[in-house]
């Protein structure tokens, strides 16, 4: 039976974390999950009690590793899991933006702080001098830790660990670009990474396609004859058909007659045959936004670029969310990005408009 206030081993505690007690061979044990849902402090407590329960057993923990070990550690676990590159980004994820300050020490021994300190570097050096907040890259990365300390945590080179968080009230962190910018994106994915990878870039920019519908195109969605793309995997199971304008068109024609392969199924195909993960372009578009565009770029930039270029051409509002596919207006509203030289170009259409 739990103890008052306790429910399945924890409550609430004064701090907005949830605190448990359990009993484990006959000794009580107390303390702080860290965790500020319910479910989450109950899925924590069960690693806790594992963790107790082992240490009551005489089970003998393995010797931390430093925090380069842990990375090799990590990565060889996912081996066979997911596919190298993302083996391959992630880990370079770790050691880019953690290794350097981390690398020496033990697991164990880093702190909260130690990876506050870290994030906080990453987030300042990617916005520059404006204020820090949540992005997708910092994200990103907290969710790269949170797999790392969990998997550091199962082999029992330490039995707990609490990363960073974030207020949920922070929007992420999305730029859009220009009609003008589009042109120079595809030619920087080109020249840099080739032909498939600028066709996934341009179907965000020109089709507005998630970075699902993206890595799940196929060849048959394309009607030749009335230029539309007809995309049967959509978030809403529903076919709603995008024209297809004709620079759209020529990328899939390039990509159609580019090697000796009969193109049928997928669009993107990886090495094996398969389909690309979503975050196919992930890693490509925030090294070249930042590099070239001074932006954080992410795949879903794409698709508000999309949306925000053919509002501010004058899309009605109808058409447009017809063409992004949403439930709502006010979904797609949403996205529409306003700049300053929209706002001017407002007041100076409608009240600086001298008649002749």
């Not at 550091?152 to 039995?159: F, I, K, P, V």
């Not at 306003?338 to 170009?345: A, C, D, Q, V, Y």
Request: include cysteine.
């Amino acid at each position: 039976m739990e103890e008052k206030g306790f429910n399945k081993g924890v409550k609430l505690g004064p701090k907005g974390t949830y605190v448990y007690r359990i009993k484990v061979a006959g000794k009580v044990k107390t303390g702080d999950t860290a965790m500020r849902r319910e479910f989450e402090a109950i899925n924590e407590l069960v690693k806790i009690r594992a963790s107790f329960l082992q240490d009551s057993l005489g089970v003998e923990k393995k010797k931390a590793p430093t925090f380069s070990k842990g990375i090799e550690i990590w990565t060889e676990k996912k081996t066979g899991i997911n596919d190298a590159t993302y083996i391959h980004n992630f880990t370079t994820a770790l050691k880019l933006h953690f290794e350097p300050a981390l690398g020496h020490k033990k697991i164990d021994k880093i702190s909260k702080s130690d990876l506050q300190n870290c994030l906080i570097k990453y987030a300042q050096k990617s916005q520059g001098d404006k204020e820090v907040k949540c992005f997708g890259g910092y994200n990103k990365l907290v969710s790269i830790l949170h797999n790392f300390f969990a998997l550091m945590r199962d082999e029992r080179y330490l039995s707990s660990f609490d990363l960073p968080e974030f207020e949920e009230s922070q929007e992420k962190h999305y730029d859009v670009l220009k009609k003008e910018d589009l042109d120079k994106l595809f030619k920087e994915v080109f020249s840099r990474y080739g032909l498939q990878r600028a066709v996934a870039v341009a179907m965000g920019c020109y089709l507005g396609l998630r970075a699902s519908e993206i890595s799940n195109a196929q060849w048959s969605f394309i009607d030749w004859e009335e230029k539309k793309f007809c995309n049967t995997k959509t978030k809403n199971k529903k076919n709603k058909p995008i024209p297809i304008c004709d620079d759209m068109l020529d990328w899939f024609k390039r990509l159609q007659t580019d090697g000796d392969m009969l193109k049928v199924g997928l669009i993107l195909v990886n090495p094996e045959g398969g389909a690309y993960p979503r975050r196919y372009t992930s890693c490509i578009l925030e090294k070249i936004g930042l590099e070239v565009f001074k932006k954080h770029l992410t795949p879903h930039s794409l698709r508000r670029s999309f949306i925000t270029i053919l509002h501010n051409g004058g899309t009605p509002p109808r058409t447009l969310q017809e063409l992004a596919r949403h439930a709502s207006l006010a979904q797609t509203m949403h996205y529409v990005k306003i700049g300053e030289e929209e706002k001017t170009k407002a007041i100076d259409d409608v009240f600086n408009h001298k008649e002749a």
